[in-house]
T-cell receptor, first 108, second 114 residues
């Protein structure tokens, strides 16, 4: 079973920041938090990952709480092309256990 | 294009037939993964190779499924005696040892068993 809990869907206005929450209360000390997204009919795309510290790359920022039991993915300026299913995953060494994800719809 | 390549993109087969899918990972990636995704669900891990060694297999991978990576480059996934429940998208991903946490996925092979 997936180790994460995400809202099934959320909407975001184009140009605004999208904040995607994820709960992973059973995460163990050596497990990473990963975020992937899947645009319709395509394979999943890596976004970002982190262990303890907050991370930022050209696509997004990842904020992990101090107790590591939850995290938030931030898309700073959502565009229509960011409409996708976003998966929050905990695990290690690249073996990924996907849940159902959050369907994000970016609207004009 | 130097991404992960999967062939074929679509396959329709009759129940009971055997099918084989191919995955060509990114050339310098030594890790290769197979996943299966059914409609409305997230991908499910099937198996994982490091170079030519198959290091882990999910319980989802029944005896009818076999995966190989003979020279540590491309991989094949064979399903024998296909069943309607095998209908799904089969995804391949690869990663390098240096950036093991970043997996790159192919576009997948969509299998329909009729």
């Amino acid at each position: 079973d997936a180790k994460t809990t995400q809202p099934p869907s959320m909407d975001c206005a184009e140009g605004r920041a999208a904040n995607l929450p994820c709960n992973h209360s059973t995460i163990s000390g050596n497990e990473y938090v990963y975020w992937y997204r899947q645009i319709h009919s395509q394979g999943p795309q890596y976004i970002i990952h982190g262990l303890k510290n907050n991370e930022t790359n050209e696509m997004a920022s990842l904020i992990i709480t101090e107790d590591r039991k939850s995290s938030t993915l931030i898309l700073p300026h959502a565009t229509l092309r960011d409409t996708a299913v976003y998966y929050c995953i905990v695990g290690s060494w690249g073996k990924l256990q996907f849940g159902a994800g959050t369907q994000v719809v970016v609207t004009p | 294009d130097t991404g992960v390549s999967q062939d074929p993109r679509h396959k329709i087969t009759k129940r009971g037939q055997n099918v084989t899918f191919r995955c060509d990972p990114i050339s310098e990636h030594n890790r290769l993964y197979w996943y299966r995704q059914t409609l409305g669900q997230g991908p499910e891990f099937l198996t994982y190779f490091q170079n030519e060694a198959q290091l882990e297999k999910s319980r989802l991978l029944s005896d009818r499924f076999s995966a190989e990576r003979p020279k540590g480059s491309f991989s094949t996934l064979e399903i024998q005696r296909t069943e309607q429940g095998d209908s799904a998208m089969y995804l391949c991903a690869s990663s390098s040892s240096f950036r093991v946490n970043e997996a790159f996925f192919g576009q997948g092979t969509r299998l329909t068993v009729v």
